[in-house]
């Protein structure tokens, strides 16, 4: 909300800097988003003006001579360039010796010959806003001419934009605020503008009034003023509803706007000429139409609140008026609406409509139904000032305004909330500034609301008023004294740690992914039709389709990245993420495990002095990333051949990762066509369950004795069919060759001619140890030969020696 | 026959006295001790002299070998110390070539560090860190938060909505109530995680992450919260740092603050004679929102754990943005650089 600090003072003036008074506002609750300076250093040399001719430059396309009327003997020949200007206009006029926002002053100058004496202004140019479309024009009521510009323009004001929050709706209005700082600084709050009211309550006649929907209008009060002749906005009225953002447009637009401004209560001015035969408030009938104010024609939804009469539609309620009944300058009697709406509503109609106003804004918080007697109230002084004319006698008041509530509130119950030690006075003064009524008996207060702070109902609603008002600088800073001691990560939280870490010693880096994804990644990962990873959680309300579905495997986002980074040019890459996937579950919620998973792509060690160009990070690279991570927290892990292999990667260069025994992920290079579809170089990814690794790593390490006896290394090569899997072979090894065989590797693999097609020599690497004694050579050789006994019977190995 | 000796001994000292390498000295020692050499045919020889004459001569001739040997070793222990510091100076490498292999760098994004950070703070407290998920019921998301049947956040404009009743939680809050719900106080808790919101533009991002937390014990205050928060933001950012609670309103906090962490680029606001842009010139800046747990909401869960009685139980709460501290901290400029993971942007946070 946009509140003239002039008319803020008006209200309550602490006597401080405008920065000095946001500073006080949000320290209370008030936030202020900005503090704007409007208009010019000086006013004078500003005047209104009337344009009397306005004719085409002689030797210039684009500008105007004109002949302006600023209150001089003679009319002023001012050359404007903007396209708006033309005769009849009531204008702002800068004259010669007027220093402008920018520093320029004015000055009698010739433009193409013809000599001007002065501007005529646009919004911008006077410092109040941003319109540079043309000039500004303003009401023909803003004259005479020759009148200050100042008094009718806000051209020395200082704007706060505030954001008052949505529990708050009684400072929607200036007063409001007003009250705010009163309660804040304890400067005087002038008496509220609606306690004089010049009308009377009883029956009206004129209109008849019914409203259908009482949840729809809690209240609707309505009057009417006879006898409207011309008239004229004063203009302190219409400066301060410029600074407040809202167009000056006729003297009973004008009052309902500054009753809104002032009171925060949006009032509605009918033509009661134009309507035929009395109003109904009712809910819309799908269909109906109705033209409003700006213009359009809008279709109503059904159930939407309208107000008509028995020519259908003239408004919709609390959103717009419409055109048909309408004010105007020929307007002599009006009908005056007072009312308040269910916000939410409010809110569904307009945003519907895209029919956003400073109406539509208050009413859809939900106003206080206090606020239309209020609002009728302050307008019939309004009435009274500027046409000479008071209501005629009567209201129509449908609906209530409302039991005022009391609280009772423990003077205990404050301070433990609080944390304080506030005496019954600290407690009772800072409510009694903001309106409450504060009686004490005992340890108990009993707290009356005010009718327009339907926020406040319960105990904690008035300590926050307390605190706020009291002031939150003022409260200690404790640590809670007792603790909970909870405070370590749970084993599943540390392990996940412990995996990030691994990943990073690792050499990867942990990349931010999306958990949305588009649908057709499942195509471009090559995923089967029937593949459940295609069977993802669905958004209703995507904010595209491209983030339409949750994703189910880490590797689309890895991907995005790695492929950014290529085309960048990043020659190494190696992301990593853990994260949860998203998958249907039959609850309709989700399961969500958690994984982790990372695309390498590039050398599979860093280039250096010693090899420049080393080999490209291979499955087996990943699988050494893999490794590191499952070793460092000791999960029996290895990698199996893929029954079927992952669409997405090699079928001949990928595996299972199975941890103590069960699958838990995939490893492999990328599939060519995925690869080439990210349009990433070759690449190997994987993607391993976390839940397997917390599940599989021992919660306590225990010690195993280290035997202090030699070992004896001894290697064997065996040539196998190639179809025979090394880890076959070490599976055998490991077996027959227990206990005397600590470990065993592979240190070698070797194809060649000599070997014939389909066969492969495996070089195998073993250390023997006993525990007990210094095994010897030949106990060495006997298990050796024994292993190979069991590869040559298992599998058909034959010793290449 | 032992003046042969001596002569040998003395032919063979001089050799050996002018000897210049270790290879001179090996040669040399072939050819007074090798095999085929005079001394120690002498030596072989002795068994078959005059008896009178074995003794002395076997005596001399053992002598003149121990000589020489020794006189040789020394030699050449001269030598190998030099001839070893000549070797080293030609081994010398270029240290300043990069380690071989060189290690490929790694590191957490910092939105991990930054959580870590945070969490490890509050893990010194003695708060827990509660997980839940993420595709959540409205009914914990909203409903026993205290957001009324109309409130704004509900709406599809505003949130992410898988069916009916479930959506994307708009905040890690939930998982308070189904902490709650599972354990009675005391409880102090912080719930981590990623949460969801329907805006895109050049300070919000649909999907980000939250810290929250809650504490619920008996007479915990205003006061307590205004402490914890002040120890936060010292760990965070900087032990010079102060804090202030603004009031504000959230659905589920009573009352309910915003909270300002002193700048820590300036002073006063003011930074090299200008107005620092990071605070905007007003020495504060917003890290994260709070309050006192509304009563509505433990009497949402005060049904299944009614220890959670509403007129006996107080507590607070806080949430912040994990985006919005690291971009404060480590001076990021544009959210959107958190989620494109540049290589570049990654390493130097590693
Ligand atoms: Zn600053």
């Excluded at chain 2, 109530?177 to 106080?185: F, K």
Aim: net charge negative.
């Amino acid at each position: 909300m946009k509140v003239p600090l002039s008319l803020l003072l008006e209200f309550c003036d602490p006597g401080l800097s405008a920065e000095e008074i946001s500073s006080v506002l949000a320290l209370s609750g008030t936030e202020v988003e900005r503090v704007t300076r409007l208009g010019v250093e000086d006013s004078s040399n500003f005047v209104v003006g009337v344009v009397l001719t306005a004719d085409q430059h002689p030797d210039a396309d684009r500008l105007k001579v004109c002949s302006v009327d600023v209150g001089a003997p003679e009319p002023a020949t001012i050359v404007c360039g903007a396209p708006n200007v033309d005769a009849g206009q009531t204008v702002a006029v800068a004259l010669p010796g007027a220093v402008m926002p920018g520093g320029m002053t004015i000055k009698k100058a010739k433009l193409r010959g013809v000599e001007s004496s002065g501007m005529i202004c646009a919004e911008d140019e006077l410092g109040l806003g941003k319109g540079h479309q043309g000039i500004l024009v303003l009401p023909n009521t803003a004259g005479p001419a020759g009148r200050p510009l100042g008094e009718v323009l806000p051209l020395d004001e200082t704007v706060l934009e505030l954001e008052i929050t949505p529990n708050r709706p009684d400072c929607l209005g200036v007063y409001g605020v007003a009250r705010e700082l009163h309660a804040a600084t304890g400067a005087e709050l002038k008496p509220a503008p609606w306690e004089r009211d010049l009308g009377s309550g009883g029956d009206l006649d004129g209109i008849q009034v019914s409203v259908e929907d009482s949840d729809q209008c809690p209240i609707f009060t309505a009057r009417i003023y006879e006898g409207l002749s011309a008239a004229v906005t004063p203009p302190a009225i219409a400066a301060h509803l410029t600074a407040a953002g809202m167009r000056p447009i006729s003297p009973v637009v004008d009052i309902t706007n500054y009753v809104m401004l002032v009171i925060g209560e949006p009032l509605h001015a009918f033509d009661l000429d134009k309507i035929e035969g009395g109003l109904t408030v009712r809910p819309a009938v799908a269909g109906e139409t109705v033209a409003t104010l700006d213009g359009e024609d809008r279709t109503l939804i059904e159930g939407e609140t309208i107000i008509a009469d028995v020519g259908g539609p003239t408004s919709i309620a609390g959103v717009m008026g419409g055109a048909r009944s309408e004010v105007g300058w020929e307007t002599t009697r009006v009908l005056l609406e007072a009312a308040t709406w269910h916000g939410p509503s409010i809110n569904r109609t307009s945003a519907r409509l895209g029919l956003r106003s400073e109406a539509s804004g208050r009413f859809e918080k939900g106003l206080a139904p206090v606020l239309a007697s209020r609002g009728q109230a302050f307008a019939s002084q309004l009435f009274e000032q500027i046409y000479g004319v008071t209501p005629v006698a009567g209201t129509v008041a449908i609906g209530a305004v409302g039991e005022a509530t009391t609280v009772k509130l423990s003077h205990h119950k404050v301070n433990s909330l609080m944390g304080s030690q506030l005496t019954a006075e600290r407690i009772s003064a800072p409510l009694e500034r903001l309106g409450f009524t504060v009686a004490l008996d005992g340890d108990e207060f009993s707290v009356g609301v005010p009718l327009d702070r339907l926020d406040v109902t319960r105990d904690v609603d008035v300590i926050e008023e307390i605190a706020r008002i009291d002031g939150l600088e003022k409260l200690e800073a404790t640590i809670p004294t007792s603790g909970a001691g909870g405070g370590r990560l749970t084993r599943d939280q540390r392990i996940r740690r412990q995996v990030q870490d691994a990943l990073v010693s690792a050499g990867c880096f942990e990349a931010a992914g999306w958990s949305f994804c588009a649908p057709g990644l499942s195509d471009r990962l090559r995923l089967a039709a029937d593949d459940p990873r295609r069977n993802a959680i669905t958004l209703v309300n995507p904010m595209s389709s491209e983030e339409s579905i949750l994703r189910t495997t880490l590797l689309g986002s890895l991907l995005d990245s790695a492929a950014r980074n290529a085309a960048r040019g990043a020659s190494a890459i190696r992301l990593f993420e853990t994260g949860p996937v998203y998958l249907p579950s039959e609850d309709g919620l989700s399961d969500e495990p958690q994984r982790f998973g990372a695309v390498l792509c590039g050398p599979a060690t860093q280039p250096d002095w010693r090899n420049a160009s080393p080999d490209d990070v291979d499955v087996h690279g990943a699988i050494g990333v893999i490794g590191g991570v499952l070793d460092s927290l000791h999960c029996q892990w290895k990698i199996v051949p893929a029954t079927e292999p992952e669409p997405f990667l090699h079928p001949g260069r990928s595996g299972v990762i199975e941890i103590a025994g069960r699958p838990a992920g995939w490893v492999g290079d990328l599939h060519p066509l995925v690869s080439a579809e990210w349009g990433l170089d070759g690449g190997v990814a994987f993607e391993v369950d976390l839940d397997a690794v917390i599940s599989a790593s021992p919660e306590v390490l225990h010690y195993w004795a280290v035997s202090a006896h030699p070992m004896v290394g001894q290697d064997l090569a065996v040539v196998v069919d190639a179809g025979v899997s090394a880890a076959e072979l070490i599976e055998i090894a490991e077996e027959v060759g227990s206990p005397e065989l600590e470990s065993v590797v592979v240190f070698d693999i070797y194809r060649g001619e000599q070997l014939g097609e389909n066969a492969v020599s495996v070089g195998l690497r073993f250390v023997f140890r006993a525990d007990d004694r210094t095994l010897t050579e030949e106990e060495a050789s006997a298990v050796r030969q024994r292993i190979l006994d069991a590869l040559q019977d298992r599998k058909g190995a034959q010793s290449r020696g | 026959m032992l003046e042969r000796i001596s002569q040998i001994v003395d032919e063979a000292k001089a050799a050996v006295g002018a000897a210049t390498t270790s290879a001179e000295l090996e040669e040399l020692r072939i050819k007074w001790l090798g095999r085929k050499a005079e001394l120690p045919n002498i030596l072989r020889g002795v068994k078959d002299l005059d008896p009178s004459e074995r003794g002395p001569a076997g005596k001399a001739a053992n002598q003149a070998r121990v000589e020489l040997e020794g006189a040789i070793d020394t030699k050449m222990a001269s030598f190998a110390g030099a001839e070893l510091e000549l070797r080293l100076v030609e081994d010398a490498v270029d240290i300043t070539l990069p380690a071989h292999p060189q290690q490929f760098p790694g590191g957490l994004h910092l939105l991990t560090q930054t959580m870590r950070e945070i969490e490890d703070v509050f893990l010194g407290l003695g708060y827990g860190i509660a997980e839940g998920p993420e595709v959540e019921l409205v009914a914990y998301n909203f409903d026993a938060l205290n957001h009324a049947p109309h409130h704004p956040a509900r709406s599809p404009s505003d949130t992410f909505y898988v069916g009916d009743s479930v959506l994307l939680r708009t905040h890690t809050s939930p998982v308070q109530v189904r902490t709650m719900l599972v354990t009675p106080p005391p409880l102090y808790v912080i719930a981590p995680g990623r949460v969801y919101r329907r805006d895109d533009d050049a300070t919000h991002t649909p999907q980000f992450h939250q810290i929250e937390g809650l504490a619920v014990d008996e007479g915990i205050s205003l006061a307590d919260l205004k402490g914890t928060l002040l120890a936060f933001a010292k760990a965070i950012f900087g032990d010079e740092r102060e804090i202030r609670l603004r009031p504000h309103f959230f659905p589920f906090t009573e009352p309910s603050v915003e909270v300002d962490v002193s700048c820590f680029a300036c002073n006063e606001g003011v930074s090299n004679g200008e107005r620092c842009g990071l605070c905007k010139g007003t020495a504060w800046i917003e890290i994260l929102g709070a309050g006192m747990v509304d009563p509505n909401v433990f009497a949402s869960v005060a049904g299944e754990q009614p220890a959670y009685d509403p007129e006996k139980v107080q507590g607070f709460a806080f949430g912040l943005g994990i985006e919005r501290i690291a971009m404060l901290k480590h001076s990021v400029p544009d959210l959107r650089l958190l989620y494109d993971n540049d290589i570049r942007f990654l390493e130097q946070f590693a």
